[in-house]
């Protein structure tokens, strides 16, 4: 199947951002209403990750998450996307193990904790990979204001495509946004906003 347009993505991400609560892209962040100043992006998830265990936000509490939502079925969006993760931490040498990589699943049906591990291990040992039931998955992506939904062209209750938006979130050790990055941000870039951020950090 060719890749969908990124414009489309947008779109959808801004119409979902309207949606629940009025959201701007800002500066690299994502801010609520005018002068609200508060991030509207994060908060507590329980999920499972892909040796099966139950993890939660709490978890990553004292490091970075750089966090992607996508599925193992994929195409071509969610495996570049974790290929520029990748790039981009090793790119940042020691610097990088300030970082958990996150991986979420937006198909949980399909990507089962056995599934993910497999999937999750062509990209090396740092990621991380977390599914659920449909429920804790929702909950997950509608705190970080991200959009899902199987396309409607599937053949088969197997054989199908999701679209989702694709958007990189950089959340800081106390849990809290810190920015995001597009899709068409390339490795070079991207470990430059880690070190950035990395730098400016407490």
Request: with cysteine; proline share 6%.
């Given at each position: ?6 414009l489309?993505f ?6 979902l ?10 500066g ?22 892909q ?35 990748m ?6 040498g020691p610097?990088?193990d ?6 979420v ?13 497999a ?15 449909p ?45 995001h990055?597009?899709?068409t ?18």
């Open positions: 199947m060719p890749r969908r347009p990124v489309i947008a779109a959808l991400v801004l119409l951002a309207a949606g629940l609560g009025g959201f701007a892209f800002m690299g962040s994502l801010h609520g209403p005018q002068g609200a100043g508060t991030a509207l992006v994060g908060g507590p998830f329980s999920l499972l990750d040796d099966g265990k139950r993890v939660t936000e709490k978890d990553f509490r004292g490091k970075y998450m750089l966090v992607f939502f996508g599925y193992t079925y994929c195409p071509d969006v969610c495996p570049t996307e974790l290929q520029v993760m790039a981009a931490l090793d790119q940042l610097q990088a300030r970082i958990q990589p996150v991986f699943s937006i198909d949980p049906a399909r990507d089962t904790p056995e599934v993910l591990k999937y999750v291990g062509n990209f090396g040992p740092r990621l991380m990979g977390l599914t659920g039931t429920g804790e998955v929702a909950a997950m992506a509608k705190a970080y204001r991200v959009f899902y939904a199987r396309a409607s062209n599937g053949s088969s209750s197997t054989d199908y495509l999701m679209d989702h938006s694709s958007i990189i979130y950089l959340m800081g050790p106390d849990g809290s946004f810190v920015r990055m597009a899709y941000t390339d490795a070079q870039k991207l470990a430059a906003d880690l070190k950035e951020a990395l730098r400016t950090s407490p």
